[in-house]
Protein backbone atom coordinates (compact mmCIF):
# COMPACT_ATOMS: atom_id res chain seq x y z
CA UNK A 1 0.00 0.00 0.00
CA UNK A 2 1.11 3.64 -1.29
CA UNK A 3 1.04 6.41 1.32
CA UNK A 4 -1.36 7.74 -0.93
CA UNK A 5 -3.67 5.04 -0.74
CA UNK A 6 -3.01 5.21 2.91
CA UNK A 7 -4.17 8.55 3.18
CA UNK A 8 -7.30 8.23 0.57
CA UNK A 9 -8.94 5.48 2.95
CA UNK A 10 -8.32 8.24 6.33
CA UNK A 11 -9.99 10.70 4.27
CA UNK A 12 -12.42 8.41 3.55
CA UNK A 13 -13.03 7.75 7.70
CA UNK A 14 -13.08 11.43 7.92
CA UNK A 15 -16.17 11.54 5.94
CA UNK A 16 -18.55 10.23 8.45
CA UNK A 17 -17.77 13.12 10.34
CA UNK A 18 -17.66 15.98 7.92
CA UNK A 19 -19.81 18.35 9.63
CA UNK A 20 -17.09 18.53 12.69
CA UNK A 21 -14.32 18.96 10.03
CA UNK A 22 -16.21 21.77 8.41
CA UNK A 23 -16.84 22.93 11.27
CA UNK A 24 -12.84 23.39 11.80
CA UNK A 25 -12.31 24.35 8.67
CA UNK A 26 -14.62 27.58 8.77
CA UNK A 27 -13.14 28.45 12.10
CA UNK A 28 -9.39 28.08 10.59
CA UNK A 29 -10.67 30.47 7.85
CA UNK A 30 -12.39 33.49 10.14
CA UNK A 31 -8.61 32.89 12.12
CA UNK A 32 -6.59 33.19 9.13
CA UNK A 33 -8.43 36.31 7.98
CA UNK A 34 -8.27 38.16 11.32
CA UNK A 35 -4.26 37.89 11.33
CA UNK A 36 -4.10 39.99 8.28
CA UNK A 37 -5.57 42.79 10.98
CA UNK A 38 -2.01 43.61 12.46
CA UNK A 39 -0.45 44.26 9.82
CA UNK A 40 -2.30 47.00 8.18
CA UNK A 41 -2.86 48.52 11.76
CA UNK A 42 0.82 48.57 12.19
CA UNK A 43 1.29 50.11 8.22
CA UNK A 44 -1.59 52.63 9.80
CA UNK A 45 0.60 53.77 12.85
CA UNK A 46 3.70 54.32 11.05
CA UNK A 47 2.75 56.12 7.64
CA UNK A 48 -1.02 58.30 9.18
CA UNK A 49 -1.09 58.24 12.62
CA UNK A 50 2.42 59.36 13.99
CA UNK A 51 3.13 61.36 11.47
CA UNK A 52 0.15 63.19 11.89
CA UNK A 53 0.27 63.21 15.35
CA UNK A 54 -3.23 61.62 15.65
CA UNK A 55 -3.92 60.59 19.15
CA UNK A 56 -7.44 60.09 19.03
CA UNK A 57 -6.29 57.08 15.83
CA UNK A 58 -4.12 55.45 18.69
CA UNK A 59 -6.90 54.18 20.73
CA UNK A 60 -9.06 53.46 17.41
CA UNK A 61 -5.64 51.48 15.80
CA UNK A 62 -5.18 49.81 19.32
CA UNK A 63 -8.86 48.68 20.06
CA UNK A 64 -9.32 47.31 16.25
CA UNK A 65 -6.23 45.25 17.22
CA UNK A 66 -6.95 44.05 20.15
CA UNK A 67 -10.43 43.11 19.12
CA UNK A 68 -8.86 41.10 16.15
CA UNK A 69 -6.22 39.48 18.25
CA UNK A 70 -9.54 38.57 20.68
CA UNK A 71 -11.77 37.33 18.14
CA UNK A 72 -9.02 35.24 16.76
CA UNK A 73 -8.08 33.62 20.19
CA UNK A 74 -11.73 32.70 21.09
CA UNK A 75 -12.35 30.96 17.73
CA UNK A 76 -9.09 28.94 18.30
CA UNK A 77 -10.84 27.89 21.93
CA UNK A 78 -14.08 26.69 19.97
CA UNK A 79 -11.43 25.39 17.16
CA UNK A 80 -9.49 23.83 19.37
CA UNK A 81 -12.48 22.06 21.54
CA UNK A 82 -14.06 21.00 18.01
CA UNK A 83 -10.63 18.94 16.89
CA UNK A 84 -10.07 17.26 20.36
CA UNK A 85 -13.72 16.20 19.52
CA UNK A 86 -13.06 15.34 16.07
CA UNK A 87 -9.67 13.47 16.87
CA UNK A 88 -11.49 10.78 19.56
CA UNK A 89 -14.45 10.57 17.57
CA UNK A 90 -11.82 9.52 14.24
CA UNK A 91 -9.97 7.28 17.24
CA UNK A 92 -13.14 5.57 18.41
CA UNK A 93 -14.43 4.63 15.08
CA UNK A 94 -10.76 3.13 13.68
CA UNK A 95 -10.00 1.30 16.85
CA UNK A 96 -13.68 -0.23 17.16
CA UNK A 97 -13.20 -1.05 13.90
CA UNK A 98 -9.55 -2.44 14.05
CA UNK A 99 -10.99 -4.57 17.37
CA UNK A 100 -13.66 -6.07 15.91
CA UNK A 101 -11.45 -6.96 12.77
CA UNK A 102 -9.28 -8.72 15.09
CA UNK A 103 -12.43 -10.61 16.92
CA UNK A 104 -13.32 -12.40 13.80
CA UNK A 105 -10.06 -13.00 12.57
CA UNK A 106 -9.20 -16.89 12.76
CA UNK A 107 -7.00 -18.40 14.88
CA UNK A 108 -4.71 -19.28 12.62
CA UNK A 109 -4.06 -15.60 11.76
CA UNK A 110 -3.43 -15.41 15.54
CA UNK A 111 -1.39 -18.19 15.49
CA UNK A 112 1.48 -16.09 13.44
CA UNK A 113 1.27 -12.79 15.18
CA UNK A 114 2.62 -11.06 18.23
CA UNK A 115 0.83 -9.39 21.26
CA UNK A 116 3.26 -7.07 21.50
CA UNK A 117 2.69 -6.26 17.83
CA UNK A 118 -1.29 -6.53 17.79
CA UNK A 119 -1.02 -4.38 21.05
CA UNK A 120 1.54 -1.84 19.17
CA UNK A 121 -1.21 -1.20 16.17
CA UNK A 122 -4.31 -1.02 18.52
CA UNK A 123 -2.63 1.46 21.09
CA UNK A 124 0.34 3.39 19.09
CA UNK A 125 -0.64 3.02 15.66
CA UNK A 126 -4.84 3.89 15.41
CA UNK A 127 -3.63 7.61 17.31
CA UNK A 128 -0.68 8.10 15.65
CA UNK A 129 -2.56 7.13 12.25
CA UNK A 130 -5.53 9.81 13.31
CA UNK A 131 -2.69 12.96 13.96
CA UNK A 132 -3.02 12.48 9.80
CA UNK A 133 -6.03 13.58 9.79
CA UNK A 134 -5.90 16.11 12.85
CA UNK A 135 -2.41 17.72 12.02
CA UNK A 136 -1.39 16.80 8.99
CA UNK A 137 -5.25 17.58 6.85
CA UNK A 138 -6.74 20.42 9.32
CA UNK A 139 -3.62 21.92 10.33
CA UNK A 140 -1.73 21.39 6.57
CA UNK A 141 -5.43 22.63 5.18
CA UNK A 142 -5.10 25.80 7.47
CA UNK A 143 -1.76 26.37 7.32
CA UNK A 144 -2.08 26.25 2.88
CA UNK A 145 -4.97 28.60 3.23
CA UNK A 146 -2.98 31.14 5.23
CA UNK A 147 0.22 30.96 2.96
CA UNK A 148 -2.39 31.55 0.04
CA UNK A 149 -4.54 34.51 1.84
CA UNK A 150 -0.98 36.38 2.62
CA UNK A 151 -0.08 35.79 -0.73
CA UNK A 152 -2.48 37.74 -2.03
CA UNK A 153 -2.42 40.69 0.37
CA UNK A 154 1.29 40.81 -0.20
CA UNK A 155 0.66 41.08 -4.36
CA UNK A 156 -2.08 43.42 -3.56
CA UNK A 157 0.24 45.80 -1.48
CA UNK A 158 3.22 45.41 -3.19
CA UNK A 159 3.91 42.74 -6.45
CA UNK A 160 7.69 43.30 -6.21
CA UNK A 161 8.16 42.64 -2.98
CA UNK A 162 6.26 40.18 -2.78
CA UNK A 163 7.62 38.04 -6.05
CA UNK A 164 10.86 38.49 -3.71
CA UNK A 165 9.47 36.69 -0.61
CA UNK A 166 8.03 34.03 -2.75
CA UNK A 167 10.92 33.37 -4.46
CA UNK A 168 12.23 30.59 -2.17
CA UNK A 169 9.05 29.06 -1.87
CA UNK A 170 9.70 26.45 -5.13
CA UNK A 171 12.46 25.06 -3.64
CA UNK A 172 11.03 24.95 -0.35
CA UNK A 173 7.90 22.99 -1.87
CA UNK A 174 10.67 20.48 -3.83
CA UNK A 175 12.54 19.85 -0.57
CA UNK A 176 9.26 19.24 1.37
CA UNK A 177 8.82 16.21 -1.56
CA UNK A 178 12.00 14.84 -1.33
CA UNK A 179 11.94 14.39 2.23
CA UNK A 180 8.63 12.71 2.10
CA UNK A 181 10.12 10.12 -0.49
CA UNK A 182 13.04 9.74 1.96
CA UNK A 183 11.46 9.94 5.33
CA UNK A 184 8.57 6.98 4.41
CA UNK A 185 10.93 4.00 4.59
CA UNK A 186 12.37 5.18 7.83
CA UNK A 187 9.07 5.94 9.67
CA UNK A 188 8.21 2.21 8.58
CA UNK A 189 11.20 0.88 10.46
CA UNK A 190 10.51 2.69 13.35
CA UNK A 191 7.14 1.92 13.45
CA UNK A 192 8.34 -2.16 13.40
CA UNK A 193 10.98 -1.39 16.04
CA UNK A 194 8.82 -0.23 18.28
CA UNK A 195 6.61 -3.13 17.58
CA UNK A 196 9.96 -5.44 18.34
CA UNK A 197 10.49 -3.51 21.75
CA UNK A 198 6.79 -3.98 22.71
CA UNK A 199 6.78 -7.46 21.81
CA UNK A 200 10.04 -8.12 24.40
CA UNK A 201 8.12 -5.94 27.10
CA UNK A 202 5.19 -7.99 26.91
CA UNK A 203 6.64 -11.35 26.79
CA UNK A 204 8.62 -10.40 30.12
CA UNK A 205 5.29 -8.99 31.95
CA UNK A 206 3.51 -12.19 31.45
CA UNK A 207 6.01 -14.10 32.14
CA UNK A 208 7.52 -13.02 35.01
CA UNK A 209 7.03 -15.46 37.55
CA UNK A 210 9.08 -17.86 34.70
CA UNK A 211 11.38 -15.07 34.62
CA UNK A 212 12.10 -14.81 38.27
CA UNK A 213 11.66 -18.76 38.79
CA UNK A 214 14.57 -19.70 36.59
CA UNK A 215 16.92 -16.10 37.29
CA UNK A 216 16.45 -14.97 34.13
CA UNK A 217 16.69 -11.10 34.89
CA UNK A 218 19.79 -10.44 32.94
CA UNK A 219 18.75 -12.68 30.05
CA UNK A 220 15.58 -10.34 29.38
CA UNK A 221 17.37 -7.67 29.90
CA UNK A 222 19.88 -8.25 27.49
CA UNK A 223 16.69 -9.29 24.76
CA UNK A 224 15.49 -6.09 25.70
CA UNK A 225 18.41 -3.94 25.42
CA UNK A 226 18.76 -5.86 22.24
CA UNK A 227 15.47 -4.15 20.93
CA UNK A 228 15.81 -0.81 22.46
CA UNK A 229 18.97 -0.23 20.52
CA UNK A 230 17.68 -1.35 17.27
CA UNK A 231 14.91 1.15 17.91
CA UNK A 232 17.27 3.82 19.28
CA UNK A 233 19.12 3.26 15.72
CA UNK A 234 15.76 3.83 13.46
CA UNK A 235 14.70 6.68 15.51
CA UNK A 236 18.66 8.22 15.43
CA UNK A 237 18.04 7.45 11.27
CA UNK A 238 14.88 8.96 11.51
CA UNK A 239 15.60 12.59 12.93
CA UNK A 240 18.70 12.74 11.32
CA UNK A 241 16.66 13.34 8.07
CA UNK A 242 14.36 15.61 10.25
CA UNK A 243 17.86 17.39 11.61
CA UNK A 244 18.78 18.50 8.05
CA UNK A 245 15.70 19.05 6.26
CA UNK A 246 14.28 21.61 8.94
CA UNK A 247 16.91 23.67 9.19
CA UNK A 248 17.33 23.95 5.16
CA UNK A 249 13.33 24.99 4.77
CA UNK A 250 14.17 27.41 7.23
CA UNK A 251 17.75 29.15 5.87
CA UNK A 252 15.32 29.40 2.26
CA UNK A 253 12.86 31.31 4.21
CA UNK A 254 15.65 33.33 5.81
CA UNK A 255 17.11 34.20 2.78
CA UNK A 256 13.79 35.71 1.23
CA UNK A 257 13.42 37.79 4.42
CA UNK A 258 17.11 39.27 3.92
CA UNK A 259 15.98 39.82 0.07
CA UNK A 260 12.88 41.91 1.19
CA UNK A 261 15.28 44.03 3.78
CA UNK A 262 17.66 44.51 1.41
CA UNK A 263 15.23 45.84 -1.43
CA UNK A 264 12.92 47.73 0.51
CA UNK A 265 15.41 49.65 2.29
CA UNK A 266 16.60 50.76 -0.75
CA UNK A 267 12.70 51.50 -2.85
CA UNK A 268 12.74 53.47 1.29
CA UNK A 269 15.31 55.53 0.46
CA UNK A 270 14.92 56.17 -2.83
CA UNK A 271 10.92 57.25 -1.82
CA UNK A 272 9.22 54.69 -3.84
CA UNK A 273 8.37 53.30 -0.92
CA UNK A 274 6.91 54.06 2.90
CA UNK A 275 8.42 52.99 6.09
CA UNK A 276 4.67 51.79 7.25
CA UNK A 277 4.71 49.75 4.02
CA UNK A 278 7.73 47.82 4.54
CA UNK A 279 6.59 47.43 8.43
CA UNK A 280 3.54 45.66 6.78
CA UNK A 281 5.40 43.41 4.64
CA UNK A 282 7.87 42.56 7.31
CA UNK A 283 4.84 41.54 9.35
CA UNK A 284 3.07 39.77 6.30
CA UNK A 285 6.50 37.90 5.84
CA UNK A 286 6.06 36.21 9.05
CA UNK A 287 2.73 35.35 8.42
CA UNK A 288 3.88 33.55 5.07
CA UNK A 289 6.74 31.71 6.39
CA UNK A 290 5.26 30.61 9.85
CA UNK A 291 2.59 27.87 8.13
CA UNK A 292 5.77 27.22 5.78
CA UNK A 293 7.25 26.13 9.02
CA UNK A 294 4.42 24.68 10.35
CA UNK A 295 4.02 22.67 6.95
CA UNK A 296 7.45 21.11 7.74
CA UNK A 297 6.07 19.70 10.92
CA UNK A 298 2.91 18.70 9.46
CA UNK A 299 5.05 16.33 7.09
CA UNK A 300 6.60 14.29 9.83
CA UNK A 301 3.38 14.14 10.83
CA UNK A 302 2.26 13.02 8.28
CA UNK A 303 5.01 10.51 7.24
CA UNK A 304 4.68 9.34 10.45
CA UNK A 305 1.33 8.65 10.80
CA UNK A 306 0.97 7.25 6.95
CA UNK A 307 3.23 4.12 8.51
CA UNK A 308 1.42 3.76 11.26
CA UNK A 309 -2.04 3.56 9.00
CA UNK A 310 -0.42 1.44 6.76
CA UNK A 311 -0.02 -1.36 9.86
CA UNK A 312 -3.41 -0.52 10.68
CA UNK A 313 -5.03 -1.23 7.44
CA UNK A 314 -3.03 -4.26 6.88
CA UNK A 315 -5.09 -6.08 9.26
CA UNK A 316 -8.65 -4.15 8.25
CA UNK A 317 -7.70 -5.61 4.72
CA UNK A 318 -7.14 -8.96 6.09
CA UNK A 319 -9.64 -11.62 3.48
CA UNK A 320 -9.74 -14.47 6.13
CA UNK A 321 -12.65 -13.29 8.28
CA UNK A 322 -15.12 -15.62 9.96
CA UNK A 323 -18.68 -15.57 9.13
CA UNK A 324 -20.08 -16.41 12.30
CA UNK A 325 -23.50 -15.85 11.26
CA UNK A 326 -23.32 -18.15 7.82
CA UNK A 327 -24.68 -21.62 7.44
CA UNK A 328 -27.47 -23.03 8.72
CA UNK A 329 -28.59 -22.05 12.30
CA UNK A 330 -29.05 -24.91 14.85
CA UNK A 331 -32.45 -25.34 16.91
CA UNK A 332 -32.56 -28.81 19.03
CA UNK A 333 -28.76 -29.98 19.63
CA UNK A 334 -29.58 -33.80 20.46
CA UNK A 335 -25.68 -34.11 21.01
CA UNK A 336 -24.58 -36.84 18.36
CA UNK A 337 -21.09 -36.23 16.84
CA UNK A 338 -19.18 -37.69 14.40
CA UNK A 339 -15.52 -37.67 13.13
CA UNK A 340 -15.21 -39.22 9.94
CA UNK A 341 -11.66 -40.05 8.16
CA UNK A 342 -11.01 -36.76 9.74
CA UNK A 343 -7.10 -35.37 9.09
CA UNK A 344 -5.94 -31.86 10.08
CA UNK A 345 -2.48 -30.21 10.39
CA UNK A 346 -1.58 -26.71 11.70
CA UNK A 347 0.76 -26.52 8.75
CA UNK A 348 -0.99 -28.35 5.72
CA UNK A 349 2.50 -29.63 4.43
CA UNK A 350 2.37 -31.69 8.35
CA UNK A 351 -0.49 -33.70 9.70
CA UNK A 352 -0.96 -34.27 12.83
CA UNK A 353 -4.35 -36.10 13.15
CA UNK A 354 -4.57 -38.93 10.47
CA UNK A 355 -8.43 -40.35 9.22
CA UNK A 356 -9.61 -39.77 12.58
CA UNK A 357 -13.51 -41.77 12.76
CA UNK A 358 -15.67 -42.43 15.67
CA UNK A 359 -19.17 -41.10 17.18
CA UNK A 360 -20.42 -40.28 20.35
CA UNK A 361 -23.98 -40.46 20.64
CA UNK A 362 -26.29 -38.28 22.47
CA UNK A 363 -25.51 -37.97 26.26
CA UNK A 364 -22.77 -40.32 26.19
CA UNK A 365 -19.57 -39.17 27.65
CA UNK A 366 -16.38 -40.06 25.59
CA UNK A 367 -13.10 -39.83 27.03
CA UNK A 368 -9.26 -39.15 25.16
CA UNK A 369 -6.44 -40.27 26.48
CA UNK A 370 -2.76 -40.47 24.84
CA UNK A 371 0.45 -39.16 25.26
CA UNK A 372 1.53 -35.26 24.96
CA UNK A 373 0.90 -34.27 21.63
CA UNK A 374 -1.20 -36.92 20.12
CA UNK A 375 -3.29 -34.47 18.80
CA UNK A 376 -6.53 -35.03 21.70
CA UNK A 377 -6.77 -31.19 22.36
CA UNK A 378 -7.09 -30.26 18.33
CA UNK A 379 -10.18 -32.72 18.37
CA UNK A 380 -11.69 -30.30 20.78
CA UNK A 381 -10.22 -27.32 18.36
CA UNK A 382 -11.89 -29.08 15.38
CA UNK A 383 -15.27 -29.54 16.98
CA UNK A 384 -15.75 -25.71 17.57
CA UNK A 385 -14.54 -24.73 14.35
CA UNK A 386 -11.36 -23.03 15.89
CA UNK A 387 -10.20 -24.79 12.43
CA UNK A 388 -10.95 -26.84 9.87
CA UNK A 389 -10.09 -30.02 8.48
CA UNK A 390 -8.16 -30.54 5.66
CA UNK A 391 -9.70 -33.87 4.54
CA UNK A 392 -12.80 -35.85 6.37
CA UNK A 393 -16.56 -34.76 7.63
CA UNK A 394 -17.54 -33.80 11.22
CA UNK A 395 -20.88 -33.81 12.01
CA UNK A 396 -23.26 -32.75 14.50
CA UNK A 397 -26.71 -34.57 14.74
CA UNK A 398 -26.02 -35.98 11.34
CA UNK A 399 -25.53 -32.15 9.81
CA UNK A 400 -21.90 -31.74 8.49
CA UNK A 401 -20.03 -28.74 10.64
CA UNK A 402 -19.17 -26.99 7.59
CA UNK A 403 -22.94 -25.97 6.95
CA UNK A 404 -23.45 -25.21 10.05
CA UNK A 405 -22.87 -21.16 11.37
CA UNK A 406 -20.07 -20.42 13.86
CA UNK A 407 -22.37 -18.54 15.86
CA UNK A 408 -25.11 -21.18 16.89
CA UNK A 409 -22.40 -24.26 17.08
CA UNK A 410 -20.46 -22.04 19.46
CA UNK A 411 -23.81 -21.57 21.62
CA UNK A 412 -24.32 -25.32 21.64
CA UNK A 413 -20.63 -26.04 22.88
CA UNK A 414 -19.33 -25.71 25.93
CA UNK A 415 -15.80 -25.73 26.23
CA UNK A 416 -12.79 -25.80 29.35
CA UNK A 417 -9.56 -25.43 28.02
CA UNK A 418 -6.63 -26.41 30.08
CA UNK A 419 -5.19 -23.13 30.82
CA UNK A 420 -8.44 -21.79 32.97
CA UNK A 421 -8.30 -18.40 31.42
CA UNK A 422 -10.37 -15.67 33.52
CA UNK A 423 -10.67 -11.78 32.15
CA UNK A 424 -9.40 -8.92 34.39
CA UNK A 425 -12.78 -7.81 36.44
CA UNK A 426 -15.21 -9.52 38.25
CA UNK A 427 -15.93 -13.03 39.50
CA UNK A 428 -19.58 -11.97 38.25
CA UNK A 429 -17.83 -10.41 34.79
CA UNK A 430 -16.13 -13.65 33.76
CA UNK A 431 -19.69 -15.73 34.89
CA UNK A 432 -21.70 -14.08 32.87
CA UNK A 433 -19.12 -14.46 29.49
CA UNK A 434 -20.99 -18.31 30.14
CA UNK A 435 -24.29 -16.26 29.46
CA UNK A 436 -25.03 -12.54 29.63
CA UNK A 437 -28.69 -12.90 31.11
CA UNK A 438 -27.96 -14.94 33.69
CA UNK A 439 -29.57 -14.62 37.30
CA UNK A 440 -27.66 -14.40 40.71
CA UNK A 441 -29.25 -17.38 41.85
CA UNK A 442 -27.90 -19.49 38.37
CA UNK A 443 -24.71 -18.15 38.81
CA UNK A 444 -24.60 -19.36 42.40
CA UNK A 445 -26.06 -22.69 41.26
CA UNK A 446 -23.32 -23.39 38.88
CA UNK A 447 -20.59 -22.03 41.11
CA UNK A 448 -21.85 -24.88 43.52
CA UNK A 449 -22.10 -27.36 40.80
CA UNK A 450 -18.01 -26.41 40.00
CA UNK A 451 -17.35 -27.09 43.83
CA UNK A 452 -15.73 -23.01 43.79
CA UNK A 453 -19.67 -21.67 45.90
CA UNK A 454 -17.76 -21.90 48.60
CA UNK A 455 -14.33 -19.62 48.55
CA UNK A 456 -16.62 -17.04 46.25
CA UNK A 457 -18.54 -16.55 49.08
CA UNK A 458 -15.74 -16.54 51.34
CA UNK A 459 -13.73 -13.74 49.12
CA UNK A 460 -14.85 -9.91 50.01
CA UNK A 461 -17.54 -8.93 47.41
CA UNK A 462 -18.64 -12.05 46.54
CA UNK A 463 -19.93 -12.18 42.90
CA UNK A 464 -18.21 -8.68 42.59
CA UNK A 465 -14.47 -9.59 43.87
CA UNK A 466 -11.64 -8.78 41.15
CA UNK A 467 -9.66 -11.54 40.01
CA UNK A 468 -7.07 -9.48 38.75
CA UNK A 469 -5.42 -9.93 35.25
CA UNK A 470 -5.62 -13.85 34.15
CA UNK A 471 -7.08 -14.15 37.74
CA UNK A 472 -3.76 -14.31 38.79
CA UNK A 473 -5.54 -13.59 42.56
CA UNK A 474 -6.56 -16.75 42.79
CA UNK A 475 -4.84 -20.13 43.03
CA UNK A 476 -4.86 -22.53 39.70
CA UNK A 477 -7.80 -24.46 40.98
CA UNK A 478 -9.59 -21.57 41.98
CA UNK A 479 -9.24 -21.01 38.62
CA UNK A 480 -10.03 -24.25 36.78
CA UNK A 481 -13.44 -24.31 38.50
CA UNK A 482 -14.62 -20.70 37.57
CA UNK A 483 -13.55 -21.74 34.16
CA UNK A 484 -15.98 -24.81 34.87
CA UNK A 485 -18.74 -22.89 36.43
CA UNK A 486 -18.95 -20.68 33.44
CA UNK A 487 -19.12 -23.97 31.44
CA UNK A 488 -21.93 -25.09 33.38
CA UNK A 489 -23.65 -21.51 33.36
CA UNK A 490 -23.81 -22.04 29.63
CA UNK A 491 -25.95 -24.87 29.99
CA UNK A 492 -24.38 -26.59 26.19
CA UNK A 493 -25.73 -29.71 25.12
CA UNK A 494 -21.94 -30.52 24.17
CA UNK A 495 -19.44 -30.19 26.57
CA UNK A 496 -15.70 -30.47 26.08
CA UNK A 497 -13.48 -30.79 29.17
CA UNK A 498 -9.90 -30.55 28.20
CA UNK A 499 -7.81 -31.38 31.65
CA UNK A 500 -10.41 -29.54 33.54
CA UNK A 501 -9.50 -30.61 36.71
CA UNK A 502 -5.56 -30.79 36.78
CA UNK A 503 -5.08 -27.97 38.94
CA UNK A 504 -7.81 -29.36 41.29
CA UNK A 505 -7.60 -30.73 44.72
CA UNK A 506 -8.62 -34.32 45.31
CA UNK A 507 -11.25 -33.84 47.30
CA UNK A 508 -12.89 -30.37 45.07
CA UNK A 509 -12.12 -33.26 41.59
CA UNK A 510 -14.11 -35.88 43.39
CA UNK A 511 -17.09 -33.12 44.33
CA UNK A 512 -16.74 -32.47 40.21
CA UNK A 513 -16.83 -35.66 39.59
CA UNK A 514 -20.78 -35.63 41.37
CA UNK A 515 -21.30 -32.52 39.07
CA UNK A 516 -20.38 -33.92 36.41
CA UNK A 517 -22.52 -37.28 36.65
CA UNK A 518 -25.34 -35.15 36.71
CA UNK A 519 -24.67 -33.01 33.62
CA UNK A 520 -23.90 -35.45 31.51
CA UNK A 521 -27.18 -37.08 31.94
CA UNK A 522 -28.59 -34.65 29.98
CA UNK A 523 -25.22 -33.68 27.19
CA UNK A 524 -22.99 -35.24 25.08
CA UNK A 525 -19.69 -34.76 27.52
CA UNK A 526 -15.94 -35.25 25.75
CA UNK A 527 -13.15 -35.27 28.47
CA UNK A 528 -9.55 -35.13 27.90
CA UNK A 529 -7.76 -36.40 31.23
CA UNK A 530 -4.78 -37.82 32.24
CA UNK A 531 -6.58 -39.18 35.53
CA UNK A 532 -8.14 -42.35 36.09
CA UNK A 533 -11.19 -40.49 38.07
CA UNK A 534 -11.50 -38.78 35.07
CA UNK A 535 -12.64 -41.15 32.52
CA UNK A 536 -13.26 -44.26 34.56
CA UNK A 537 -17.00 -43.74 34.19
CA UNK A 538 -17.11 -42.36 30.59
CA UNK A 539 -19.20 -44.79 28.01
CA UNK A 540 -16.10 -44.63 25.99
CA UNK A 541 -12.15 -44.03 25.80
CA UNK A 542 -10.59 -43.32 22.44
CA UNK A 543 -6.79 -44.13 23.07
CA UNK A 544 -4.66 -41.84 20.93
CA UNK A 545 -1.23 -42.34 20.10
CA UNK A 546 0.67 -40.25 16.88
CA UNK A 547 -2.76 -38.82 15.65
CA UNK A 548 -4.61 -41.55 15.30
CA UNK A 549 -7.06 -43.62 17.43
CA UNK A 550 -5.15 -46.89 18.11
CA UNK A 551 -8.08 -48.49 20.23
CA UNK A 552 -11.62 -47.88 21.81
CA UNK A 553 -13.46 -49.21 24.72
CA UNK A 554 -14.66 -48.99 28.22
CA UNK A 555 -11.39 -48.36 30.96
CA UNK A 556 -12.20 -52.66 31.87
CA UNK A 557 -12.41 -53.62 28.05
CA UNK A 558 -9.33 -51.65 27.10
CA UNK A 559 -7.03 -53.01 30.53
CA UNK A 560 -7.72 -56.18 29.14
CA UNK A 561 -7.14 -55.83 25.60
CA UNK A 562 -4.66 -52.85 25.14
CA UNK A 563 -1.09 -52.99 26.05
CA UNK A 564 -0.13 -49.03 25.40
CA UNK A 565 -3.24 -48.44 27.53
CA UNK A 566 -2.44 -50.51 30.59
CA UNK A 567 1.11 -48.53 30.23
CA UNK A 568 -0.53 -45.56 30.18
CA UNK A 569 -1.99 -46.35 33.30
CA UNK A 570 1.17 -47.54 35.22
CA UNK A 571 3.75 -45.14 33.83
CA UNK A 572 1.40 -41.96 33.66
CA UNK A 573 -0.82 -39.29 35.83
CA UNK A 574 -3.56 -41.79 35.37
CA UNK A 575 -1.85 -43.52 38.04
CA UNK A 576 -2.00 -40.96 40.38
CA UNK A 577 -5.46 -40.25 40.82
Known amino acids: MTNNDALRRLLGFARGHWRMAAGQMGLAVAGTL??????????????????????????????????????????????????????????????????????????????????????????????????????????????????????????????????????????????GWIYSRWVSPRSTAAREATSRLNDTLHDTITGIRQVKSFTAEEARQAQFTVASEDLKRRQTHLMAAWAFYAPSMTLLGNAGLIWLLMAGAGWCIRGEMSP??????????????????????????????????????????????????????????????????????????????HGITFEALPRQTVAFVGATGSGKSTLFQLLTRFYEPQKGVIALDGLPLKEVSKASLRKAVGYVTQEAFLFAGTVRENLRIGREDASEDEMWRALHLACAEEFVRAMPGGLDAEVGERGVLLSGGERQRLAMARAFLKDAPVLLLDEATSAVDAKSEHLIQQALDTLRQDRTCFIIAHRLATITKADVIHVMQHGRIIASGTHEQLQAQNGYYRELVAHSALASA
Not at 85 to 103: C, N, P, S, V, Y
Request: charged residues 20%; proline residues 3%.
Open 34 to 175: LILVFPGVVRWFMDEIIPSKNVGGIWQAGLLALGAFTVREALFYVRTRLSCAFEQAMITDLRGQLHRKMAHLPLRWFDHQTTGDVMTRLADDVPATQRVILEGIEQGATAVLQIMLTAVVMLVVDARLALIVMAPTPLIAAG
Open 276 to 353: GQLMQFILLVGFLYEPIARLHGVNQTLMNGLAAAKRVFEILDEKDVEDLEAGRELREVRGEVAFREVSFGYHEDREIL
